[in-house]
């Protein structure tokens, strides 16, 4: 079946740098697309999400583009910082009609100081 | 608002055992939703539900039954907990599904079964 993926499972970087954590999806009938940080132990938390008509979006400190081409997603963290250590997940939407979301097995981002 | 809540937060289980999660939103969402998630995996639906009183399996649901009969109550019941059914539960809830709808998460609960 069509899936959401990750190309890393793994980032780490320094402090201070900025980072780029990819997603490719199949579907090509996905039309809403969300990132979400989760934390040790916690929920996913709702970073920032991008429809199928736009290429950038832009949130505070996260920028998110969409390739729909290569169906290809990234989520660009500028100045990242410890608290941003956690794991991302990309989630599409199906369009089903129901908000249904498939999430990619997630990328975890190591920030050292 | 509290947003989406879990109980328990842990629970261990003996093979054969059941048991009900407990999940809350006080948002006034309309759908709710179960996950499961593996180590190391992301959040797979167990089931949905789109209103009170309507419910829909989701990806992995065997093993599992849901409820919904009140808008703000989500419970989801394990009547013969087996080891695979180990894992991170997560329930969530949002607005509408219809179109483009981003979910809102609870903490989680976890759950060991041996």
């Known amino acids: 079946g069509e899936s959401v993926g990750l190309h890393l499972p793994t980032l780490s970087v320094q402090e201070g740098d900025n980072s780029i954590i990819n997603c490719a999806y199949s579907?090509?009938?996905?039309?809403?697309f969300i990132w979400y940080k989760q934390e040790s132990g916690k929920g996913p938390q709702f970073i920032i999400d991008?429809?199928?008509?736009?290429d950038k979006r832009q949130g505070q400190r996260v920028t998110v583009l969409l390739n729909k081409t290569v169906k290809h997603l990234s989520l660009q963290i500028a100045a990242t910082q410890p608290g941003d250590s956690a794991v991302y997940f990309c989630?599409?939407?199906?369009?089903?009609?129901?908000?249904?979301?498939?999430f990619g097995k997630g990328t975890m981002l190591l920030v050292s100081p | 608002n509290a947003g989406v809540t879990q109980t328990p937060k842990f629970r261990i289980l003996k093979i054969g055992q059941s048991m009900t999660l407990q999940c809350t939103q006080d948002?006034?969402?309309?759908?709710m939703y179960w996950y499961r998630q593996d180590p190391g995996m992301g959040l797979k639906l167990i089931y949905y539900?789109?209103?009170?009183?309507?419910?829909d399996k989701g990806e992995v649901p065997n093993g599992y039954n849901v409820s919904r009969s009140t808008t703000e109550d989500f419970p989801l019941r394990l009547e013969l907990a087996a080891p695979s059914q180990t894992s991170v539960y997560f329930c969530?809830?949002?607005?509408?599904?219809?179109?483009?709808?981003?979910?809102?998460f609870g903490p989680g609960t976890r759950l060991l079964v041996l």
């Open positions: 969530a809830s949002s607005w509408s599904g219809v179109g483009q709808e981003t979910q809102y």
């Open positions: 991008i429809r199928s008509n736009m």
């Open positions: 948002m006034n969402h309309n759908y």
């Open positions: 989630a599409e939407n199906m369009s089903s009609g129901y908000s249904t979301l498939t």
């Open positions: 579907n090509s009938a996905s039309d809403y």
């Open positions: 539900s789109v209103g009170a009183g309507i419910t």
